[in-house]
């Protein structure tokens, strides 16, 4: 992805039908949202959060989007729902819009998730909340945070008949998924939460110890979002699709430990992750 606000209807289409993300934040909404409470949903997409903050009673919401056909689509959901006047329709860059003077967000539902947010900008998103001073400790994100684990991997890239290297969405249900085998113990790679600002750059020192002697030739990714306390997902149709990302291929024994360094900057896309192999 290039360092634009990222923007795909086929994406939005796909959150939208893909009922166990959805009921998973609709469930997670309606514990936490009280009628006392103002709502802010960035990135809404089809408006989904936001109806179902509507649903749980908060006395307004505000939905930011920075597509305009999505946004269009967004405020003609809001309004067929007969939600023209609580919800209000926001435009713009969540990374640096200038929300309106004096406003405090009590709940943030955010999804802007990519699995170890390689490739949309909620960090962003979520700094720009705090620098503005919109939110506070006292408010509600939903999630509360994404945790992500890393394992050394052996994978056929194999497809067709042709050797194609290249990042891969392992998504739910995808054929392909038994051609990446995980060769290692899995490490926590990190565990964002997003009621405090974050770098936006990242890079940890990890050791993996191999479960087999075999040849390494990439890494796998996983990502679980916690909702709230008591809910949390793992990968789903649309959300977390575990990844499996190339690297250098090198042979290991079983039972060695080996170290890397692995980087990149939140949002960046596989372009700049970085997985360098220390010793
Ligand atoms: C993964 S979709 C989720 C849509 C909806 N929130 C849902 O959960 O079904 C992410 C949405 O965020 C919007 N988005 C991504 N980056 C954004 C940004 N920097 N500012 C505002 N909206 C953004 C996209 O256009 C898209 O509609």
Redesign the pocket.
């Known amino acids: 992805m290039e360092d634009k606000?990222?923007?795909?209807?086929d994406?939005?289409g796909q959150?939208?039908t893909d009922s166990k993300?959805?009921e998973a934040?609709r469930n997670a909404i309606k514990s936490m949202v009280k009628p006392r409470h103002t709502v802010l949903?960035?990135?809404?997409?089809?408006?989904?959060?936001s109806l179902f903050a509507a649903e749980a009673g908060a006395k307004q919401i505000f939905a930011?989007?920075?597509?305009n056909y999505?946004a269009e689509i967004a405020k003609i959901n809001f309004s067929k729902n007969g939600f023209n006047k609580k919800i209000k329709l926001l435009k713009?860059?969540?990374?640096n819009?200038k929300y309106q003077r004096n406003i405090h967000f009590d709940v943030v539902?955010?999804?802007?998730?990519?699995t170890g947010m390689v490739d949309?900008?909620q960090i962003?998103?979520v700094n720009n909340l705090h620098d503005k001073g919109v939110v506070n400790k006292n408010t509600i994100f939903i999630p509360q945070a994404q945790k992500t684990y890393i394992s050394l991997a052996e994978t056929n890239f194999n497809l067709y008949g042709f050797e194609i290297k290249m990042v891969q969405y392992l998504w739910e249900g995808f054929p392909g998924r038994h051609r990446c085998k995980i060769v290692s113990d899995k490490k926590l790679l990190h565990e964002v939460y997003f009621s405090l600002p974050k770098d936006e750059s990242f890079v940890q020192i990890i050791d993996f110890k191999s479960n087999k002697s075999t040849m390494v030739n990439s890494i796998f990714l996983s990502s679980v979002t916690i909702l709230t306390d008591n809910f949390k997902i793992g990968d789903t149709l649309?959300?977390n699709g575990p990844v499996v990302f190339p690297i250098k291929p090198f042979k290991i024994k079983k039972n060695q430990s080996v170290k890397f360094r692995i980087s990149y900057r939140f949002g960046g896309g596989f372009k700049n992750l970085s997985v360098i192999l220390i010793k």
Do not use: K, N
């Not at 930011?64 to 597509?67: A, F, R």
């Not at 713009?92 to 990374?95: L, P, S, V």
């Open positions: 606000a990222f923007s795909s209807i994406l939005v959150c939208l993300r959805t934040f949903d960035v990135g809404t997409g089809s408006g989904i959060m930011l989007e920075h597509d999505v713009g860059d969540a990374r819009f539902i955010m999804e802007m998730l990519t949309e900008f962003q998103a649309s959300l």
